[in-house]
């Protein structure tokens, strides 16, 4: 067995054969260490008449099949493996596409950003470590105030050309544990693990002054420069336990905070950043 897996590890290997009786235990617990690692070659499990039992137990471990060696021959085996080469290439290619979907779901289309209900879920579960591990976590929210009149003027795809833009400029300033999302329309939000009023309030600054910088050309248009503001939220991460919500309440509250500091923002002329802190 030992020297099986040592094999099987360091082999990248098309298909498997176990037999039920090996020289220093069973198939059935050559299995149960594939098991064990995840290891998700195929494998053909087979064992003489007298511990035919085995079959069915090797099915239940993991074997893509089971058969009676009285029963094979050298034309029986070459069918076997190329139906199970088969299998597995179906297989592949439908955990391939599964794994897709799963992504395609969780991302805006057009920015490639998360989309809002992953945004929502990644700020559920920052919003448990910080209660948890007593530790800040800020929430940004950007509108973007002059898209609508670009889209009018110039046309969606002109509008779609400068979100891509900023989602591209957002997503290669933030840090690997930031998460960034298309929150609404017209709106980007980032999750900050970690980061409390005065991180995120330097984090909020630097992004504003990248995206007012930036010249975004279209085609033979004026070139257009953003107009956008900020609503920072912040959770200190230090009340005592008493005090603490569940995460959801947290992501609620960040959520709302922020909506509010954005709206300040707007409303006001003296800076395109607003921080509210819980």
Same mark, same amino acid.
């Given at each position: 067995i030992e020297d099986a897996m040592e094999k099987i590890i360091q082999n990248r290997l098309d298909i498997i054969f176990i037999d039920h009786l090996l020289k220093d235990g069973t198939g059935l617990e050559l299995l149960s260490h594939l098991a064990r690692i995840g290891h998700d070659t195929p494998?053909?499990?087979?064992?003489?008449?007298?511990?035919?039992?085995?079959?069915?137990?090797?099915?239940? @471990? $993991? &074997?893509?099949?089971?058969?009676? @060696? *009285? *029963?094979?021959?050298?034309?029986?085996?070459?069918?076997?493996?190329? *139906?199970?080469l088969e299998r597995a290439r179906v297989t592949?290619?439908?955990?391939?596409a599964r794994d897709r979907i799963v992504v395609i779901s969780r991302r805006d289309h057009l920015t490639q950003l998360f989309n809002r209900p992953t945004f929502d879920k990644a700020l559920n579960t920052e919003g448990a470590k910080a209660?948890?591990?007593?530790?800040?976590?800020?929430?940004?929210?950007?509108?973007? @105030?002059?898209?609508?009149? %670009?889209?009018? %003027?110039? $046309?969606p795809d002109a509008s779609d050309m400068v979100l891509t833009g900023c989602a591209a400029i957002t997503n290669a300033m933030v840090r690997t544990i930031d998460r960034v999302c298309r929150f609404e329309e017209d709106k980007f939000g980032l999750i900050l693990p970690g980061t409390g009023r005065r991180g995120? $309030?330097?984090? &909020?600054?630097?992004?504003?002054?990248?995206l007012l910088e930036h @010249?975004?050309?279209?085609?033979?248009?004026?070139?257009?420069?953003?107009?956008?503001?900020?609503?920072?939220?912040?959770?200190?991460?230090n009340q005592a336990p008493e005090t603490t919500k569940p995460a959801q309440d947290?992501?609620?509250? %960040?959520?709302?905070?922020?909506l509010r500091a954005l709206d300040e923002a707007d409303s006001s002329d003296k800076s395109p950043i607003k921080t509210l802190c819980l």
């Open positions: 494998v053909i499990f087979t064992a003489d008449q007298t511990h035919s039992h085995a079959g069915a137990k090797s099915l239940a @471990k $993991g &074997a893509m099949n089971f058969y009676l @060696k *009285e *029963e094979l021959s050298g034309k029986a085996i070459k069918s076997i493996v190329s *139906e199970a592949r290619e439908m955990i391939h209660l948890r591990y007593n530790q800040p976590l800020s929430l940004v929210l950007m509108s973007f @105030k002059n898209l609508n009149a %670009l889209k009018a %003027l110039s $046309g995120a $309030g330097i984090m &909020a600054r630097r992004l504003l002054d990248h @010249k975004f050309e279209y085609e033979n248009q004026p070139p257009f420069y953003l107009s956008l503001n900020m609503g920072v939220a912040t959770f200190a991460g947290i992501r609620n509250r %960040l959520t709302d905070l922020a």
